[in-house]
């Protein structure tokens, strides 16, 4: 059974980085489009990053365009999700979903956390 490992949330400050992982265990990770989601309390669950399968095209909706960068450590099937200039109002549990086909997988969140 495939599994989503979310990893590297945190407490920053206004402004600062953080870079999130989402391993998926699957040897055959390239065909995998994996995506990740925020959800913060009280708000529903919205899609921040996507990456495509084989081609990893890299997809953001433009509320995080040039801060958030998607990538793909094909050699650690591991994706990557670089925050930058981080807002109090990014602060949420961010969630990775791994889909491939119609197995879509979900790893539990990390949390992330800005101060003002």
């Known amino acids: 059974q495939v599994q989503v490992l979310e990893s590297g949330g945190g407490l920053v400050q206004t402004g600062g980085s953080l870079r999130l992982s989402c391993a998926v265990s699957?040897?055959?990770?390239?065909?995998?489009?994996v995506r990740w989601y925020r959800q913060a309390p009280g708000k529903s669950r919205e899609l921040v990053a996507t990456i495509t399968s084989h081609e990893s095209t890299p997809l953001y909706p433009d509320f995080v365009k040039g801060r958030f960068t998607i990538s793909r450590g094909n050699a650690k099937s591991t994706v990557y999700l670089e925050m930058n200039n981080l807002q109090p109002e990014d602060t949420a549990v961010y969630l990775c979903?791994?889909?491939?086909?119609?197995?879509?997988?979900w790893g539990k969140g990390t949390q992330v956390t800005v101060s003002s």
């Open positions: 979903n791994a889909c491939r086909g119609t197995t879509h997988v």
């Open positions: 699957d040897g055959d990770f390239i065909r995998y489009a």
